[in-house]
């Protein structure tokens, strides 16, 4: 790669709106695969003789297209089985923006106009390896890694952690009935409400499925519980929709605290919660267990 260094700023920040856009794979087997988007159009599908090939189930063969019109990106789907969105909104021709999420059937692609892609690209690269692309909520290794992290700083400063672990009451039901883009749907709003609710020195997890937990550190278990009775609340009251259908949602919670103090390990504390939960399940779903 040459490094151009210019006195004349007006000529670098020429140079670098005049890069391409880019379409970065976020999920699936070409995870971290950047498609360059120029003026030429390109599709995308399972098709070998698409520009950009997905090998998945839920990609039909010529899914969409990506065209220039001259001054930005449209998104064109092509009469796909199980739809093409834009942030988690079916489309069928769509303009793109910078940082739109781009679903080709189950899986996410990440839009990015043009300026400093490499840079942009890298940083991506780096969120992916920590994020659950559905969710957004920090993946299943980063999260236990995180756990542990925070269990080890109480060796030298003291301080209570809670864990509070959930899951989707009868989520199967939801993708038997509706298919499974309608059970990403319902994950990925729970999540967002989720993170809206989330507070100082929480960290958010996707760790299964269906499964979540959110790790507050310093946190005692009566705070915890208060707060996890308020997901389950938002959640249950929250009008899930999917293509005009209504889907009941709710969530089993179980919360555990590890105090100020012990030296219990990772695993015990984790395998408490989880307890809890599988005890709010057991007492009927759709509660808070302790």
Known sequence: ??????????????????????????????????????????????????????????????????????????????????????????????????????????????????????????????????????????????????????????????????????DLDHFKRINDQHGHLAGDRVLSDVAKIVRHASLPDQVFGRVGGEEFAVLWDGKELDVAVAHAEHLRANIAAHPFNYEGVMLPVTVSLGVAERPAGSDEAVESLYERADERLYAAKSAGRNRVCC
């Not at 140079?15 to 950047?34: D, K, Y």
């Not at 390109?42 to 899914?63: K, M, N, T, W």
């Not at 890298?122 to 909520?137: F, N, S, V, W």
């Open 1 to 166: 790669m040459e490094v151009t260094i210019s006195r004349d700023m007006r000529a670098v920040i020429s140079g670098v709106a005049q890069q391409h856009a880019l379409l970065i794979v976020l999920s699936g087997p070409r995870l971290g695969t950047r498609s360059v988007l120029g003026e030429s159009p390109i599709e995308i599908g399972r098709s070998p003789a698409c520009q950009l090939i997905l090998d998945a189930d839920s990609v039909s063969r010529r899914h969409a297209r990506i065209e220039w019109n001259g001054s930005e990106h449209r998104l064109i789907d092509l009469g796909s089985t199980n739809g093409t969105f834009v942030n988690g909104k079916r489309v069928t021709d769509r303009v793109l923006k910078d940082g739109d999420r781009v679903g080709i059937g189950k899986l996410q692609l990440k839009y990015v106009a043009g300026g400093n892609i490499e840079g942009i690209y890298h940083e991506e690269i780096q969120r992916m390896m920590r994020l659950d692309p559905l969710t957004g909520a920090v993946n299943k290794q980063q999260f236990e890694e995180t756990l542990r992290q925070v269990v080890n700083s109480t060796r030298k400063t003291p301080k209570p952690i809670s864990l509070i672990v959930f």
